[in-house]
């Protein structure tokens, strides 16, 4: 283990032997909902361990995802604060950190919903009219092949009868997960590699892969009867804006943070959760997709707004900014190849690769500055973020440049340790991923 600020490149022992670093070695609970980017559940075990952590402890993750660092904390007992500007993604965490449910009115729901889909089915005026379908299909969902009409119809079918069925009900969470899964699973023809495209049609009945996943929900729960008791807070919010109140954070302070955010690698989060979005009618029309984009870290060139400023918190960072200058280099290098005359000479979204970077970076370091009130003094952070270069193939060591922000905002980098190395089929090259770990270097 390397102390100080430089890569260490020796393979760590942060996974088991027997499974590989993207699998859950066991995946209850996790595998209700996932992000193709997730990290897995022993990397957060392991850091848990690690930094000595038990159920007194309190653990923050501001880019929660799909709730990875919330659901193993609760498997130990240990409070957690969930953070994320995603609202399926803190969907899917409340849903899957809520465990006080009564196990047999699940399965009973599920039998009732799945024998009262067919006169749902039936109810064409009550389809056309969902929110769910008037989104997907004005959006050009179904037009672009994600999921055909009729299979959007089977999901919106549960849609109602869960609804309808679980008013009153503290399963219906649950239920809207499943339904969820399905939707996106099953009745859709996406799927992720990391990026979402459209796949071979998809045939599998939807009913019956509900019930599938209502029945493996159930058992899941069965195991979590022996952890000890955690609360887990979930919040829909902008991490760059983190403040004590609007997480309700514990007054004592954060004992560590365990988190994956976003880096700079034209991935477009909210993508990826179109339909979930859609299907939680989050997101109903270009305005709400905005509203939700907005409050997000920029980390792709769709994402990029007039208003966007968050690129002046980091003219005074060199490293950063000798990149930044590359890139706009191969940019002024690439429009003058071309002739005066050719339509693309203007790079379309490669002109804002410069401002991309910049704004995640000055983003990130809003973050910190936001975060460090609300720590110990003695706190642990971990960060995995992956190398990247997606722009002009000009690498970006995101986790050195984002430990060299986080020094100057309160914090001192302990160790940057590689975690694995991913093949990047955009640059045909292998890309390394790390762990950042820094701690807070003066009092708050
Ligand atoms: C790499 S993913 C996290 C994956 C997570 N560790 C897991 O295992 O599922 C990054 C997350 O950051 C979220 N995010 C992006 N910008 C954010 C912001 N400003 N505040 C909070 N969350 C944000 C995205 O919605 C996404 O869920």
Redesign the pocket.
């Given at each position: 283990m390397v102390k100080g600020n430089g890569i260490n490149d020796e393979s760590v022992s942060l996974q088991r032997d027997d499974v590989g670093p993207q699998q859950f070695k066991n995946g209850e609970i996790h595998d209700w909902y996932?992000?193709v980017?997730?990290?897995?559940d022993h990397l957060?075990g392991a850091l848990l361990d690690e930094f000595k952590l038990g159920p007194e402890a309190a653990v923050l993750?501001?880019?929660?995802?799909?709730?990875?660092?919330a659901v193993e904390c609760k498997k130990r007992g240990i409070n957690c604060w969930a953070?994320?500007?995603?609202p399926s993604?803190c969907f899917a965490t409340k849903a899957k950190t809520n465990w006080r449910i009564d196990r047999s009115e699940l399965v009973r729901l599920g039998l009732e919903i799945t024998s009262a889909f067919q006169k749902r089915r039936g109810n064409l005026r009550l389809l056309e009219s969902d929110r769910t379908t008037l989104y997907v299909t004005t959006s050009g969902m179904v037009k672009r092949g994600w999921i055909t009409r009729s299979r959007l119809f089977d999901v919106i079918a549960l849609k109602h009868a869960i609804d309808e069925f679980t008013s009153a009900s503290r399963v219906r969470e649950l239920l809207r997960l499943a339904a969820m899964h399905v939707l996106v699973h099953t009745a859709s023809n996406v799927r992720f590699g990391p990026e979402l495209y459209c796949g071979q049609p998809r045939n599998d009945p939807v009913l019956d892969a509900f019930l599938h996943r209502v029945l493996s929900m159930a058992a899941d729960l069965e195991a979590t009867d022996v952890c000890p008791p955690a609360e887990t807070f979930v919040r829909c919010?902008?991490?760059?804006?983190l403040s004590a109140k609007l997480i309700n954070a514990p007054s004592a302070g954060f004992d560590a943070v365990i988190?994956?955010?976003?880096?700079p690698a034209e991935h477009d989060?909210?993508r990826n959760?179109r339909l979930e979005l859609a299907y939680l009618e989050n997101v109903r029309d270009v305005m709400s997709l905005r509203y939700v984009k907005r409050?997000?870290?920029r980390?792709h060139t769709k994402g990029i707004y007039k208003t966007d400023c968050d690129d002046v918190h980091v003219t005074d960072f060199s490293r950063l900014q000798r990149i930044v200058r590359r890139i706009e280099k191969q940019l002024a290098w690439k429009t003058a190849s071309k002739p005066a005359t050719d339509k693309t000479r203007d790079c379309g979204f490669e002109r804002l690769y410069g401002k991309v970077t910049q704004e995640y970076f000055g983003?990130m370091r809003r973050?910190f500055r936001a975060l460090r009130p609300l720590l110990k003094d003695s706190a642990h952070c971990a960060y995995?973020v992956g190398d990247q270069s997606s722009y002009f193939q000009i690498k970006i060591p995101t986790a050195k440049l984002l430990g060299e922000i986080a020094a100057t905002e309160g914090f001192e980098v302990t160790e940057i340790r590689k975690w694995r190395e991913r093949w990047s089929t955009g640059t045909k090259r292998f890309l390394k991923e790390h762990i950042l770990f820094f701690r807070p270097s003066t009092p708050a």
């Open positions: 996932r992000l980017l997730g990290y897995s957060v993750d501001p880019f929660s995802g799909a709730g990875t660092t953070v994320d500007a995603n993604s919010a902008d991490s760059r804006k988190t994956s955010p976003p880096y989060y909210t959760s409050s997000m870290v980390s983003g973050h995995v």
